[in-house]
Structures are given as structure tokens and as C-alpha cells.
């Protein structure tokens, strides 16, 4: 069974207490948005995690069956062998009715396309999906991720930007621990949403990619001629970013709790009047 991450917080009151009622409202508001985007990465990571398990499942899912019925994988292809040459005479006798010649090259590749066409829908009706969509859904789950964890980050930097004359130390040293935790968190998101660019070869200025040379996540970059984009090593997803370097971040709880350290130390660092709360509900 998948461990299910869940990341609590604990605040000491309902509002900050400053002079500024306005500024008061503004800065809980921002870190209301720090921790629903958090929480956003909470979602994908718990997401990203079952559905590795669910590919390891459907990988070893016919050894599964194998194992019950040693005649499993025969009995597997015979069925599929015999729906193959049902629909190739059903299309056969259908072309002979419309006095075209079946057994023609032309026309054998023509009803060929016809039964891999039905097989395919019939799969789809089912609740199969297509295996180019569902290898899809892991790489959503890690871009969400990095997206959502970018976002902390940019509206940490607001939050420091927009108040930083008022803000208690701690919260300006939780933010520049956020980044360090995560340098190459931003270049990775860029690259993400900057899809157009990188895979073109470009770098912002719409210039040629430096390519750096490295070994990493399983890939050697030889010479400068290695664009990598969007590749998964595990739970590392990693990208060729803009200044030529390939990086990743790594998709896990060991990532979210450093964070999840920073956002309460933030809390923290403020006064706070009212009733307390703790996050999620």
C-alpha cells in the first residue's frame, strides 16, 4: 500500500498582529497561497507515487497471473490471435461483396490497418487507454509538481519583496533557506513552461543552448549534443535548463519536508492573536 503524505500546520492565532491592519491582512493572505500552493504539491507527489505503483502493478500484473496459470501467456495470444482473424475475415468478406480482391497486397494492408483500427477501439470502449495517454499522466503529476513548489517559491519572494521592511528575521532567513533547499527549482519550471524554446534548442534570448557535458539521472552528455527535456529517472524529474545544463528535482517527502519547515518557521516568526488552527482540514 502507497503511504499517504500528509503536511501539517499549526497556526498559533487567526491574524498576525501589526499596526498595519491592511499590511496584517495582505501578509496572511500571501501565506494563505504559500500553503494552498503546497499543498498543490502535497496532491501531486501523493499522485506521482500511486502511479508508479500502479505501472510496477500493470508491469508485473500478466507474471501475476502467470503465476496461477502456467498456460496463461499461450491462452493470452491464442485469444488475441483468434479476435485477429475474426475481424480479417469479417473485412475479407466485406471487400469480396464490394468486388475488390482481399488477398491483394494493396488491399491485405488496407484490412490489416482495419483490425489493428477495431482492436484498438474495442480496448478503448473498454477503459483502455492509448499507451502514448497513459504515459502522460506520470510526467502531469511531475511538472504539477515542480509548478506548484515554483509557486511557493515566487510568492516567498513577493512576500519579501512586498513587506520586507516589516518582516521578523526569521521569515527572511525561512525564505532564503527555501531557495537554497531548491536552487535549480525555477530554471527546471522555466524549461517546463518554455517548452517552444528548449525543444527548438533555444535558450530565452532565443539563442543556440550551450549543452553542457555531464553525467546524470542515467544519461551521459557527451560533446555538447545532448538536448534532454522532460525525463523521468525514478523520482527525479529532469530537464536541459537555459544555460545548457541538464538538472533535476526529485519528486519525494525527503523534498516536501524541508519546505513544509520553512512555511511553519514563517508562521512562526509572526505574533498571532485569535484562535488557533491547524491545516489541513
Known sequence: MITMHIYEFNYPGM???LSDT??????KRLINNIESSFTEAAVALNLFESEQQRLYEELHKDDLQKGND???FIKKWEEERNKRNELTIKYQSQFTSEGKNPYSFEQRLIIDELVETELKNEK????VFPTSYEHQI?????KAFVSALDMVGKLLHFLWKDHKNILPQGVIDQKNKFFQLLPQLEHVRNSVQHHEYRVRGLNKD???LDIQPGSKGGINIVGGKSLVLNHLNGNKFGTTINDGQFVEVEISDQTMK??????????????????????PN
Open 15 to 17: 491574524i498576525i498582529i
Open 22 to 27: 491592511d499590511t496584517a491582512w495582505a501578509i
Open 70 to 72: 502456467p498456460d496463461f
Open 124 to 127: 478503448w470502449k473498454s477503459g
Open 138 to 142: 506520470i510526467f502531469i503529476y511531475a
Open 206 to 208: 532565443s539563442q543556440p
Open 258 to 279: 524541508p519546505v513544509q519547515q520553512c512555511i511553519q518557521g514563517i508562521i512562526d516568526s509572526f505574533s498571532w492573536e485569535g484562535i488557533g488552527s491547524s491545516h
